[in-house]
């Protein structure tokens, strides 16, 4: 049997996981109802994110933004540097994702990272859904150290993850090993080679 996917709530939690801006205000009445069409694990996570935008001010929450994925590497929002740190091997991973965009005839700018959760989602909402979900698959322990991250710290961001994570296999195996192993050492750390790859912007440049 072929493995579910959600376009739709891919898409809404691409539009989430961006940097907040007045397109995201005016967009809530359409992820309100996203949300609704969407079973309960991946919509209800999505309202509740979405009542925090109601009662947050834009300017708050942009700020809050930068601080919780600009400021803190523990929350990046770039899926390989989990797996790879910052090193050689998490360049060839960024071409693995090019590679796939560009298989779908979709392509980036070169000043931002093909790995950024928002652009990995839009690529499942609109490019080929199979691929997005291996690729997100693959970096599953990277992905729930983020949701355990967030949501320790009390962050509204947890609710996106936890409906990303309700779209995705349950973890398992080989996943609960790494996401113990990040927890007790963090990512790789060997910070050469990868700079043909860095972007030269923030994660606050993400999809929009």
Known sequence: ???VVYPVAWQAQSLLMS???QQLLDRRPLL???ADALPQPIGAPLHAFLDHVD???LIELAADYVTTFDHRKKFSPYLTYFAYG???KRGMALLRFKHAYRRAGLLIGDDELPDHLAVVLEFAAT???EAARRL???HRAGLELIRLGLREAGSPWRYVLESISATLPPLAGR???AVARLVAEGPPEEEVGLSPFLPTTSSSGGVR
Request: charged content about 35%; glycine content about 4%; aromatic content about 4%.
């Open 1 to 3: 049997m072929s493995p």
């Open 19 to 21: 940097y907040p801006d």
């Open 32 to 34: 309100r109802a996203a």
């Open 55 to 57: 009662a947050a001010p």
């Open 86 to 88: 910052d090193t050689r």
């Open 127 to 129: 490019g080929d859904a």
């Open 136 to 138: 997100m698959t693959e």
């Open 175 to 177: 996943d609960c090993d």
